[in-house]
Nanobody
Framework: QVQLVESGGGLVQTGGSLRLSCAAS????????LGWFRQAPGKEREFVARIRWNTGRTYYANSVKGRFTISRVNGLNTVYLQLNSLKPEDTAVYYCAADEGQVLVLWTSWGQGTQVTVSS
């Protein structure tokens, strides 16, 4: 089993920045990548960004492309999500997830979430 711990959330004004971290432990040999999702009050959880270990390729939701950046800490099972130019609609609980799909993406483990609040 993979354990994920997120950190770095907080309160920021519109246009501000935050950096979220996600550290994986446990059966990390089974991970092919990590990703971020978010869930705003009254809405479904949605994909934000992900990164694959073997290729280093990154993928983003259209709503965050150009503003958010996912990156891996060299050689570690830790990723950052840099959030820039934040908007009130980015307010949500952000969750880290482990991708254990060898070919297709397969989200198997989730962190406890970290709150991001953007004030207008």
């Amino acid at each position: 089993q993979v354990q994920l711990v997120e950190s770095g959330g907080g309160l920021v004004q519109t246009g501000g920045s935050l950096r979220l971290s996600c550290a994986a432990s446990g059966r990390t040999f089974s991970i092919y990548g990590l990703g971020w999702f978010r869930q705003a009050p009254g809405k479904e959880r949605e994909f934000v960004a992900r990164i694959r270990w073997n290729t280093g390729r990154t993928y983003y939701a259209n709503s965050v492309k150009g503003r958010f950046t996912i990156s891996r800490v060299n050689g570690l099972n830790t990723v950052y999500l840099q959030l820039n130019s934040l908007k009130p609609e980015d307010t949500a609980v952000y969750y880290c997830a482990a991708d254990e799909g060898q070919v297709l993406v397969l989200w198997t483990s989730w962190g406890q979430g970290t709150q991001v609040t953007v004030s207008s």
